[in-house]
């Protein structure tokens, strides 16, 4: 009883750590944490389709580096607030204007990794590869993609976390997801909402990290350090 008691007593405290809150508030955390979440798969994923392209064309001309580079660089820099007032216009107040912002501001890295990764891969193999009979598109499919897919995949995890951050401030459109939670705590100083929504905020990014990180070991295994055979001798006492 007394146990009870004293779980209930931390949210009439207004503490900054409460069992209370996070059971009796689950069915709002699971609600925010999955908007969270799919939010920003969408905008990475919507990114990387509008980067891979952009960082072809720079490739195949590139006198487009400079202003497409310049171009996905200020979009970074405009502010959150900025962004949406722009796009407030054309999409309302919805899910669909805080994934375009995301997916504007993920540009600016995904298009310069994927541009490295690229530009990484050895001319010998190239050669190679041309000697064998391959086309432009099985060169790049099937050689060149492969050989630049961990720089790809360190892009797509900085995106990752970078846009698991920026989702919060969705919450200034009601599509925040855990930012929403954590502005409205704000708002009403309630610790223990505040608390729990930026701890799951950072364990969502840190777990999208180490399953990207997963997903390119799994992708890339040549990659991976060689274990080299042999026993280790001890020497005799």
């Not at 699971?30 to 969408?42: D, G, K, S």
């Not at 050895?122 to 060169?139: D, N």
């Not at 892009?155 to 990752?160: C, D």
């Not at 855990?178 to 608390?195: D, R």
Request: aromatic content about 6%.
């Amino acid at each position: 009883m007394s146990t009870v008691t004293s779980a209930a007593g931390c949210l009439a405290a207004n503490d900054w750590i409460c069992g209370e809150y996070v059971r009796s508030r689950a069915q709002e955390l699971t609600e925010a944490t999955l908007q969270h979440v799919w939010i920003t798969a969408a905008s990475v994923l919507i990114g990387l389709a509008v980067a891979f392209p952009l960082a072809l064309l720079v490739r195949a001309r590139p006198r487009l580096a400079a202003p497409v580079l310049g171009l996905t660089t200020v979009l970074y820099a405009i502010p959150s607030l900025a962004m949406f007032s722009l796009l407030l216009p054309l999409f309302g107040l919805s899910a669909a204007l805080v994934v375009t912002g995301l997916v504007l501001y993920s540009l600016t890295i995904l298009v310069r990794n994927i541009l490295a990764g690229l530009a990484a891969v050895p001319e010998e193999a190239r050669e190679a590869a041309r000697g064998m009979g391959y086309g432009p598109g099985r060169l790049l499919w099937e050689v060149e993609l492969p050989l630049a897919l961990p720089a790809v995949m360190a892009g797509v995890r900085m995106a990752t976390v970078s846009t698991v951050a920026l989702t919060t401030v969705g919450a200034l459109v009601d599509y925040g997801g855990l930012g929403t939670l954590i502005t409205t705590g704000l708002k009403s100083f309630f610790k223990a909402q505040v608390l729990t929504a930026s701890l799951l905020c950072v364990l969502l990014a840190v777990t999208a990290d180490l399953l990207l990180l997963w997903l390119q070991r799994l992708l890339t295994p040549w990659t991976r350090p060689a274990r080299t055979p042999g026993t280790l001798i001890r020497g005799a006492g």
